[in-house]
C-alpha cells in the first residue's frame, strides 16, 4: 500500500464524473451546439443524492441491493487498477482476473435488478447485456492473454510497466492491434455507440440505459457514479495499453481525456450497428487479439 | 525495410479477416484490391535495393493486375447483376472469423513444420500465404453468390502467389506468371458466365444450381 | 480406517432395518449417522498426511476387500459424505407429500446403498470391489431414478440411464481384465505400466467408461434426462457427487497408467471446452428448472476436465506450474460443483416442493414467498456463474492463472491450449452467467406468472438447514482458500507426481488477495448500504407501479420470459446448437391466431445416439427370427451354447 496509488485512487473517484463531461461537450461541438457544463455529471449526482426515492411495488430487495452492491464491485476495482507508472493500491499475479470477475459481479447485479422491476423494457435489456457481455469476456481476456504474453507478467502494474521494455518483440502493429480490440472491448462494455446508444431513453434499441429505468434518487446516483467509474477503469486500460512504457502518470491521464474526445468524435460520426452486427463486431475484437498472440508467437 | 514488409504482411492477414466478416459486395472487392496491391508491392520492397528490372516488372503487372484490373472488371459485373450483399451465408459471418483465426494458427503450424527454407521476406510472410490460400478455398465453399466465389478465387491466387514470392527464387516468376493468366481468363470466363446466368435466371445464387444436377 | 467401516455398517444397517421395519426414520438416522461417523476418516487422513488402508480375503477369484483413503480417495470422499447427510434431513420433509402415496422404505433403502457405493468406489482398490460398488451405484440410482415410475417420462429417462451406464461398465470391464491380464493381479497396487500404446487404448476406455457417468459430452445425453427426474435430493446427490465419481475414476486410472503423451491432454481439453460450451448452451434453453442444473452440471464438468487437460498437458511437457495449476484448478472445481450443485438442486427443490411445477415459465416473483430458498439460490447461482467472492471463482481463477502462465510459455503446444482455454473458459463463464441470471430472474424475481407460484410458503428448517450449511461452505471456501492448501497439496502432489507444493505456495499470494479482497467486498457493501439507509432516512420512499415508460397497467404476462431472455444467444449459436424457430405471424386486421414456437433438442441425441441406434436396431432385427416364443428352443440354445464351449476349450 504506497501514497501515490492512494492518490492515483483518489484522482480517479473525483475526475471520472468528468470524462462523461468530456464526451458530451465533444459531442455538442460536432453537432453544432454549446451542450451542458463540463460538471454536468457532478451537478447530476449530487442532486440526485439530495432526493427521497420511489420503488415499484413488484420490486425486491435485490432492486435494492444492486447499485450498492455495483458501486462497491468498481471500488474494490478501482484498487486493482495501475495508472502508467503508478502500481495498483492491490497488485498480485492474476490480478486482472478479479478485475473482470468484479465488474462480471457488477453486471450480474444491475441484470437482476433490472429482472426484478418485472417490465418487458428492462428484461430486454438485461437479455442483451447478458448476450453481448458473454462475447465481449472472451475478447477481454484473449487482449489480457497478449498483454500478459508480451510483458511476461500476470499482475497489471507489471504488465504496463514492462510492456515495452523489452525490445525483441517491438514489432509496433502489435499494440496498435490490440489497442483497438480493447478499444471495441471498452465500447461495448460501457454501452457508447457503435454498440448501444447513451441518449436514447426510450427506444428499443437501447440496453443499458433501460435497465436503470426505474430507479431513482440515490441509488441512480450511485449508478451514474459506478457507470462513470467503469469508464475510468476500462479506459485507463485502453490508455495503458497504448502508452505503456511512459514513465509519466500525467501522460497517462491525459491520455484518458483523450479517449473521451475520441469516444465523443466516433459517437458523432458513427451510427448504432444493427443488433444483429454487435455480436460479430465482438467476435471481430477477440479474433484480433488472437491475431496478436498468434502473430506473437510465430 | 523488414519492419515495413512486416506490417504489409499483417495487413496482408487482417484484410483476410475483413473478407471473411463483411458482406457488402463492394466491400469484398475493395479489400481484395488492396490485398492486390500489397502484393504488388511486397517484391519492391524486397528487392529495392537490388534494382532487378525483370523482378520489378513483374510485380508491377502483378499489382496492377490483382488491384485495377480485376476489381473493376468484378465491378462492372456487380454494377450488370445488381447485387450489394452476401445475403445468408453457407457459414455465418462470426464463425466464419472464428474459422479464420483457426486457419490462422493451422497456418502458422503448417509454416513451423515445413523445412526451413532461406526466408525471404519475413518469417511470417509463409503462414500469412497459408492463411490467404484457406481464406480463398473457405470463401469458395462458404459463400452463396457466384461473384463471391470468383473473389474467394482471386483471394486463393493471392496466396499463392505470396506463397511464390515469399520462397524467394525458388519459383520461377515464370510459372507464377503462367498462374497469373491462368486467373485472368477465369476471371474474364466467369465474368462473361455470370453475366449469361444473371440474365437468364435474374439472380446469381449458386446454391440453386444445384437444382440442375439431374 | 475404523470409522469408515463403522459409517458403512451403519448406513447399511439403516437402509436395511427401513426396508425391513418399514420405518422410514431409521434410514434417516442411518443416512445421517453414518457419513458422520465415516467423515472422521479422511480427516484423519488429511492430519496424519498418509494413507489409511485395509485388506481383507474375498472368495471371488481375484477380488480382495482392499479399501484404501489416500490423498484422492480422501479428496473426493469428503464431499460424498457431506453432501450426503445433508441430503438426507432434506430428503426426509422433503418426501412428506408423497407419504401415503409411494414406498418410501424403498428410497431409503437405495439412498443409503447408493451412498455406501460411492463410499467404496472411491476407495476400492481391487478391480473387482470397484466394479461390483461401480455396478451397485449405478443400479441403485437408477431405482431412485424412477421413483415417480408412473410417469412415462421418467421411466424413459430411467431406461437411457441405465442403458448408458452399463456402456460405461462394458468399457471399464474391458479396461480391468486387460489390466489385470497384463499384471497377473486385480489389485491396483499390482498394476504396472504397461506398453505406450497399451496406455493409450487404456485411457481412450477410461475415458469412455468414466466420461459416460462424468456426462462428457457427447455422451452426456443420459444426465438431463435421469438427474431431474429423480427426487431433488437425489439429484442433488447425483449431479453434485455422483458425477464426480467418473472423475475420480478417471484419475485413478490415470495415476495407474502414468503421464502419457501430450494428446491425452489435448483429448480432455477439447471435451473440456466442448462440454462447457455445449452444456451452458443447452442449460440456456432450458424451461424446466431442474433439467437446467443437469446441463448445467455438463458444463462444470467440461470446466473440470479443461483443468484436469490442462494438467496433464503440463505434466507431460514439463511445466510444473501449468501442471500444479491445472490439476489444483480443476480438483478444487470437483468440490466447488458439488457444494454449489447439490445448493441448487436443493432449493430448486424447494421450489418444486411450494409451488408443484418446475417449468420456469410458471414461476416468478418467488423472492417475496420463499425469501431463504430465494437468497440461498442466488447465492449457489452467483457461486457457479464464477463470481467472486465466492468458491466457484477461485477454482476458475486457478485454472485460469495456469493458462495464463502458459501463455507466456516457449512451447506453442502450451500456448496453443492455454489460449484455447482461457477462451472457452471465458466464453463458458458469460454463458453461464446469462444461464444463472435468468434462472433465479424468471424463478425468483419479478411478479408470479402463473396462480401456484402466487400461495407458496417458505419450506420448514430440516429443508433449510442443509441449504444453509451448502451456501455458508460456498462462502467458506470463496474466502478462505488459502487454507485449502493442505489437502489440495497433498492430492496434487500424488497426480502431477512431482513436489507441487512449492508452485502451489507460489500462487497462495494471490489467494491470500483474494481473501482480502472478498472480505473488503463484503464490508465496502455494508458500508454502502449503510450509507444509502442513513442518506434516505427521513426523505420520502414511496412504492408505486413499475414505471414501464409509462404503461399503466402492467400485468405479469407482460414480464420477458425464460425463453426471450435466451432468444440472442441461442439465435447467435443457432447454427452450431441447431435450435429451430416456428413462427406464424399475425396477419390481416384482426388477426384470430397466430404462433411462436422455438426448439432446442440436444444434437448430440438427435444427431448422433439416435441414428445409430435406429441403424442398431435395424441391423438386430434380422436376428429376430432367433426369438420365437418357444421354451424348449431356448433350452436347446442354452445346450448348444455349452456344447460348443466345450468344443472350443476342450477340443
Known amino acids: 500500500m504506497s501514497v501515490p496509488s492512494l492518490v492515483h485512487m483518489a484522482i480517479a473517484m473525483i475526475t471520472a464524473p468528468l470524462i462523461f463531461g468530456i464526451i458530451n461537450r465533444t459531442k455538442s461541438l460536432f453537432g453544432g451546439r454549446e451542450g451542458p457544463p463540463l460538471l454536468q455529471q457532478y451537478f447530476d449526482i449530487a442532486k440526485l443524492l439530495q432526493k427521497g426515492t420511489v420503488y415499484s411495488r413488484t420490486t425486491s430487495w435485490v432492486f435494492r441491493a444492486g447499485p450498492v452492491i455495483g458501486l462497491a464491485c468498481v471500488l474494490i476495482a478501482l484498487a486493482l487498477l495501475p495508472l502508467g507508472p503508478l502500481p495498483a493500491l492491490c497488485s498480485f499475479p492474476g490480478d486482472f482476473i478479479v478485475m473482470i470477475g468484479l465488474l462480471a459481479v457488477m453486471r450480474f447485479f444491475t441484470m437482476l435488478a433490472a429482472i426484478d422491476a418485472g417490465s418487458s423494457f428492462e428484461g430486454m435489456g438485461a437479455s442483451r447485456e447478458a448476450t453481448f457481455s458473454a462475447l465481449a469476456e472472451p475478447a477481454l481476456f484473449l487482449c489480457f492473454a497478449a498483454i500478459s504474453q508480451k510483458a511476461a507478467s500476470l499482475s497489471l502494474s507489471d504488465m504496463f510497466l514492462r510492456h515495452s521494455g523489452d525490445a525483441t518483440h517491438g514489432s509496433a502493429p502489435a499494440p496498435a492491434l490490440l489497442a483497438v480490440a480493447l478499444f471495441v472491448v471498452f465500447l461495448a462494455e460501457n454501452a457508447r455507440i457503435p454498440v448501444d446508444d447513451p441518449n436514447t431513453h426510450l427506444e428499443l434499441t437501447m440496453i443499458h440505459e433501460v435497465m436503470a429505468l426505474d430507479y431513482g434518487g440515490p441509488d441512480l446516483a450511485f449508478i451514474f457514479y459506478a457507470s462513470a467509474l467503469k469508464l475510468w477503469i476500462l479506459g485507463a486500460l485502453v490508455v495503458n495499453v497504448v502508452l505503456s512504457g511512459i514513465e509519466s502518470a500525467w501522460a497517462v491521464l491525459a491520455g484518458l481525456f483523450f479517449l473521451a474526445i475520441i469516444v465523443g468524435a466516433v459517437e458523432s460520426t458513427m451510427a448504432r450497428l444493427k443488433l444483429l452486427r454487435v455480436p460479430q463486431l465482438l467476435i471481430g475484437a477477440g479474433a484480433l487479439a488472437m491475431l496478436t498472440l498468434i502473430v506473437a508467437m510465430g | 525495410m523488414s519492419s515495413w514488409i512486416e506490417l504489409a504482411v499483417l495487413f496482408l492477414i487482417l484484410s483476410n479477416f475483413a473478407l471473411l466478416g463483411a458482406s457488402r459486395v463492394t466491400t469484398l472487392i475493395q479489400v481484395a484490391a488492396g490485398q492486390g496491391i500489397l502484393l504488388g508491392l511486397l517484391p519492391l520492397l524486397a528487392h529495392a535495393k537490388q534494382g532487378n528490372l525483370r523482378l520489378i516488372a513483374v510485380a508491377l503487372i502483378a499489382g496492377l493486375l490483382k488491384g485495377v484490373i480485376f476489381p473493376v472488371m468484378l465491378g462492372r459485373a456487380l454494377r450488370e447483376a445488381n447485387i450489394r450483399r452476401e445475403v445468408e451465408p453457407f457459414v455465418g459471418y462470426s464463425l466464419s472469423l472464428i474459422l479464420g483465426v483457426f486457419a490462422l494458427a493451422c497456418s502458422f503450424w503448417i509454416a513451423s513444420r515445413l523445412p526451413a527454407t532461406a526466408l525471404f521476406l519475413s518469417r511470417k510472410a509463409l503462414p500469412a500465404a497459408f492463411s490467404t490460400i484457406l481464406t480463398g478455398f473457405f470463401m469458395i465453399v462458404a459463400r452463396r453468390k457466384a461473384l463471391t466465389q470468383v473473389l474467394g478465387y482471386l483471394v486463393l491466387e493471392n496466396g499463392i502467389y505470396l506463397f511464390s514470392i515469399s520462397l524467394g527464387q525458388k519459383i520461377p516468376f515464370a510459372v507464377e506468371l503462367g498462374v497469373l493468366l491462368d486467373v485472368f481468363v477465369a476471371v474474364f470466363v466467369m465474368g462473361i458466365a455470370m453475366f449469361h446466368i444473371n440474365r437468364e435466371f435474374d439472380h446469381l445464387d449458386v446454391g440453386q444450381l444445384s437444382a440442375l444436377k439431374d | ?651
Open chain 3, 1 to 651: 480406517m475404523n470409522f469408515f467401516l463403522a459409517g458403512l455398517c451403519i448406513l447399511i444397517t439403516g437402509g436395511l432395518m427401513a426396508w425391513l421395519l418399514r420405518r422410514e426414520s431409521v434410514g434417516l438416522i442411518g443416512a445421517i449417522m453414518g457419513p458422520l461417523m465415516a467423515l472422521l476418516a479422511p480427516i484423519q487422513a488429511w492430519r496424519h498426511g498418509k494413507a489409511l488402508s485395509i485388506s481383507m480375503p474375498w472368495n471371488v477369484p481375484y477380488g480382495s476387500f482392499f479399501l484404501e483413503i489416500d490423498a484422492l480417495s480422501a479428496f473426493f470422499l469428503a464431499p460424498i459424505l457431506a453432501i450426503s447427510a445433508l441430503g438426507a434431513l432434506y430428503g426426509f420433509e422433503y418426501l412428506i407429500p408423497y407419504r401415503n402415496k409411494r414406498n418410501l422404505r424403498s428410497v431409503w433403502f437405495f439412498y443409503n446403498i447408493l451412498v455406501a457405493s460411492m463410499m467404496i468406489v472411491v476407495t476400492a482398490k481391487n478391480g473387482i470391489l470397484f466394479l461390483t460398488a461401480w455396478e451397485t451405484m449405478a443400479l441403485a440410482s437408477f431405482f431412485l431414478v424412477i421413483f415417480e415410475a408412473e410417469r412415462p417420462e421418467t421411466l424413459n429417462a430411467g431406461w437411457s440411464y441405465l442403458i448408458a451406464s452399463h456402456m460405461g461398465t462394458a468399457c471399464l470391464l474391458v479396461l480391468f481384465i486387460w489390466l489385470g491380464r497384463l499384471n497377473g493381479t486385480l489389485d491396483f497396487n499390482g498394476f504396472g505400466v504397461a506398453g505406450a500404446r497399451e496406455a493409450g487404448f487404456m485411457f481412450l476406455l477410461a475415458v469412455l467408461g468414466f466420461g459416460i457417468k462424468a456426462g462428457f459430452f457427447p455422451l452426456h445425453v443420459w444426465l438431463p434426462e435421469a438427474h431431474p427426474a429423480a427426487p431433488s435430493h437425489v439429484s442433488a446427490l447425483m449431479s453434485g457427487v455422483m458425477v464426480k465419481t467418473g472423475i475420480y475414476g478417471l484419475l485413478q486410472v490415470y495415476l495407474l497408467l502414468g503421464p502419457g503423451p501430450a494428446w491425452w491432454g489435448w483429448l480432455l481439453i477439447s471435451i473440456g471446452a466442448l462440454s462447457g460450451l455445449f452444456g451452458a448452451l443447452f442449460a440456456l434453453a432450458q424451461h424446466d428448472l431442474k433439467r437446467l442444473l443437469a446441463y448445467s452440471s455438463v458444463e462444470n464438468i467440461g470446466i473440470i476436465a479443461l483443468g484436469l487437460g490442462l494438467g496433464m498437458l503440463g505434466r507431460t511437457l514439463n511445466d510444473p506450474f501449468l501442471a500444479t495449476l491445472g490439476f489444483c484448478g480443476g480438483l478444487l472445481h470437483v468440490l466447488n460443483h458439488g457444494l454449489f450443485k447439490s445448493l441448487l438442486f436443493l432449493s430448486a427443490g424447494a421450489v418444486v416442493h411450494v409451488t408443484g411445477t418446475r417449468d420456469m415459465e410458471r414461476l416468478g416473483g418467488l423472492i417475496k414467498r420463499i425469501p431463504w430458498t430465494a437468497a440461498l439460490f442466488l447465492l449457489g447461482a452467483m457461486a457457479i456463474s464464477g463470481l467472486p467472492p465466492l468458491n466457484g471463482f477461485v477454482s476458475e481463477f486457478l485454472i485460469l492463472l495456469g493458462a495464463f502462465r502458459g501463455i507466456s510459455s516457449l512451447s506453442p503446444q502450451v500456448v496453443a491450449a492455454s489460449a484455447t482455454s482461457i477462451a472457452s473458459l471465458a466464453l463458458i463463464g458469460g454463458l453461464a452467467i446469462a444461464c444463472f441470471i435468468r434462472a433465479f430472474g424468471v424463478s425468483f424475481l419479478g411478479e408470479p406468472r402463473a396462480k401456484r407460484a402466487q400461495g407458496a410458503h417458505e419450506v420448514r428448517w430440516p429443508m433449510l438447514f442443509p441449504m444453509v450449511v451448502l451456501a455458508a461452505g460456498c462462502l467458506m471456501v470463496g474466502i478462505g482458500s488459502p487454507w485449502l492448501d493442505r489437502p489440495l497439496t497433498l492430492v496434487v502432489a500424488a497426480i502431477s507426481g512431482q513436489q507441487s507444493g512449492q508452485f502451489l505456495a507460489d500462487s497462495i499470494p494471490s489467494l491470500l488477495s483474494l481473501t482480502m479482497l472478498g472480505t473488503g467486498f463484503l464490508v465496502l457493501v455494508a458500508l454502502l448500504a449503510g450509507f444509502r439507509i442513513w442518506l434516505l432516512h427521513g426523505r420520502p420512499v414511496e412504492e408505486a407501479l413499475t414505471w414501464d415508460c409509462g404503461y399503466a397497467r402492467p400485468s405479469s404476462r407482460m414480464q420477458y420470459t425464460a425463453s426471450s431472455f435466451a432468444q440472442p444467444l441461442m439465435n447467435f449459436f443457432a447454427a452450431i446448437t441447431g435450435s429451430t424457430t416456428r413462427f406464424k405471424p399475425l396477419d390481416r386486421f384482426y388477426p384470430v391466431a397466430a404462433e411462436f414456437t422455438t426448439a432446442t433438442p440436444d444434437i448430440a441425441r438427435t444427431r448422433l445416439f439416435d441414428p445409430v441406434f435406429r441403424k442398431v436396431r435395424h441391423a438386430l432385427m434380422k436376428l429376430r427370427w432367433i426369438q420365437h416364443g418357444h421354451p424348449q428352443l431356448y433350452v436347446l440354445y442354452i445346450a448348444i451354447t455349452l456344447l460348443t464351449l466345450f468344443l472350443w476349450k476342450l477340443g
